[in-house]
């Protein structure tokens, strides 16, 4: 009787196992679990890119929120990105757009 039981406990571990499995297949395929990490890597890119734009800098090497300067290609994909309450950073922008430096890359 006790071989029975270890036989059905294994079976219902095996479709436990299955059954996890594909959930996480599902999650993964709809971006549920990675999605808001690829966006934060966009708007990271992005921040970058204009961390390196100089026109981004005042003279005395403090940040220009205010700024306006071309769209860096990196910020063409960075979609929600928001600088000063508003969203500068958007899918469709044209490539030759001015846009704000937006808030301190960092911070």
Known sequence: MRK???GMFEYVLLLAGILLIVVLA????RG???GG?????KI???QA???RISACYAADGTWATDTEVTQPAACRDAEGY???GADAYDNGIADDTLITCG???GK
């Open 4 to 6: 029975k039981g270890q």
């Open 26 to 29: 599902i999650v993964l395929l």
């Open 32 to 34: 549920g679990l990675f």
């Open 37 to 41: 990490a690829q966006k934060d890597v």
């Open 44 to 46: 990271t890119n992005c």
């Open 49 to 51: 890119a204009l961390s």
């Open 82 to 84: 928001r600088d000063n």
């Open 103 to 105: 808030l301190e890359p």
